[in-house]
């Protein structure tokens, strides 16, 4: 079955498929897990914030986000992204995006509808005595859930929004549909170059495994460490 | 935003000969539900013997439901796509392998398996994890009457755990829904894929993707309904979601 496999194909195009893919893939991982992050929050907040109208918008763009599948949601972007460039800038002409900042535009967008969820959840596992201790305190609203509320919901929340981010690892692999250089698709290049697509997708199929297995276990770990503590 | 609106193209005729192209993107639509379908029964039947596995006392049973599990979870849905429809022919023995690449309409077979599978997982996930919130009681007064564990199962623990975990499950279907465009790699032209094909064509990006938009928000309100309907047919009474 292995016979007519050719596994130099792997060796020779290692520095493109690690140097150039992986390293897009785990900065698109990185900065995108950020920044939906930073937005989820926003989100979440928002959401259980005491202005409903406030509420109301981000209900319905975490109800839209979560209701797309991703790849169109990539679409959108990327022929969105110049227009509102255009649009911000001033430009004459919708004004060129690069391959990375419109994919990382729409994974931060994408998963802060995710995040935002996940940290909702978090913060009403907060007990309402713990706010209510810190207004009785005199603290303010900002400062109660920064330095009340927050800091606690991140640490329950930390093994969902980790297991959040390696589905997002996993996701990152869709920007092959805008033939973007990524992990997948530097393999998938060298692989339709070379005629040797059973070796390049069995090769991607192995790292993408080991990657999510090992960072999953890391989960679990840290998810037994935490409870012990709580 | 200097961009031509035109929101007639929907009723212009399409360039691949047959009608305009809405009944492009509708055709694309029946594609997705019957992909997502096949998908789900797949996902369903596989999901529940994994989840049930990973329950049985038996320690080879739940090892060998972890494997399936952290298998199908730690790789890319759109790289098992490529595994099953490039890989996979090629493994096999020569007749077999040539049967699979000249199978018709080989996409959609290798989306609603690939999906289904991948789906599966998730599906044995929340099994288990609804299996798990019952009651000690509950099997112990199934042993206690004389019923063999597949009787237990049968009739006492999965009719209750389907119940509590009907929530999770109709995100899980919504999600197989979504997952289908990724088939979009394979050369499977549902919702999405059309929506492409005729920005393609039309060059009208906003208008074919707001119409698929549109479409899979349309396709997310039934199943939700539906579920819910189902959900308030199926309540257990006694539990919150019951009477």
């Known amino acids: ?230 | 935003m200097n961009y031509n609106w035109n929101w007639g193209i929907f009723w212009q005729p399409s360039p691949n000969g047959t009608g305009n192209y809405l009944d492009m993107l509708l055709s694309g639509l029946v594609l997705t539900i019957e992909t997502a379908l096949l998908a789900w029964i797949i996902a369903l039947v596989i999901g529940t013997i994994v989840g049930v596995m990973r329950t049985l006392p038996s320690k080879t049973a739940s090892a060998i439901g972890f494997c399936y599990v952290e298998f199908f979870r730690n790789i890319p849905l759109l790289v098992q796509l490529f595994l099953w429809f490039f890989v996979l022919p090629e493994l096999l023995p020569r007749t077999a392998g040539l049967w699979l690449k000249q199978m018709p309409n080989a996409p959609f077979w290798t989306a609603s398996i690939g999906v289904g599978l991948f789906m599966s997982v998730r599906v044995a996930e929340q099994l288990r994890a609804g299996i798990g919130s019952l009651p000690r009681g509950q099997k112990m007064a199934a042993t206690a009457l004389g019923l063999t564990t597949t009787q237990a199962y049968r009739y006492v623990l999965l009719p209750i755990a389907f119940r509590v975990i009907l929530p999770p499950l109709t995100s899980e279907f919504l999600s197989t829904i979504k997952n289908t465009s990724v088939a979009i790699t394979i050369g499977l032209i549902e919702l999405t894929g059309q929506a492409r094909a005729m920005q393609e064509f039309s060059f009208q990006v906003f208008e074919a993707f707001t119409a698929a938009t549109v479409l899979y928000l349309l396709v997310n309100i039934v199943v939700v309904i539906g579920m819910r309907l189902l959900e308030r047919q199926v309540a257990i009474p006694g539990y919150i979601s019951g009477k």
């Open chain 1, 1 to 230: 079955m292995f016979s007519n496999f050719d596994f130099d194909v792997i060796r020779r195009s290692l520095g493109y498929l690690f140097l150039d893919g992986m390293t897009f893939t785990l900065t698109l991982t990185a900065l995108s897990a950020v920044g939906g992050l930073v937005l989820g929050t926003l989100l979440a907040l928002m959401r259980l914030s005491g202005f409903k109208l406030l509420g109301r918008i981000a209900g319905l763009y975490v109800d839209l986000m979560r209701s797309l599948p991703l790849v169109l949601v990539i679409f959108w972007f990327y022929f969105l992204v110049p227009y509102i460039g255009q649009w911000l800038t001033g430009a004459s002409r919708p004004i060129k995006v690069g391959a990375f900042a419109s994919s990382l535009i729409t994974f931060i967008m994408f998963e802060a509808a995710y995040f935002s969820e996940i940290m909702r959840a978090g913060i009403q596992s907060i007990s309402k005595g713990q706010p209510a201790a810190a207004y009785a305190l005199g603290l303010t609203y900002r400062q109660t859930m920064s330095y009340v509320v927050l800091p606690q919901a991140f640490r329950n929340m930390l093994p969902v929004l980790l297991t959040q981010t390696i589905v997002l690892f996993q996701d990152t692999s869709l920007v092959y549909v805008l033939s973007i250089p990524d992990f997948l698709g530097a393999a998938s290049k060298v692989a339709q170059r070379d005629g040797r697509l059973v070796e390049m997708y069995l090769f991607a199929a192995v790292v993408y495994f080991a990657i999510s297995s090992i960072a999953s276990y890391g989960v679990r770990r840290l998810q037994a460490r935490i409870s012990i503590v709580r």
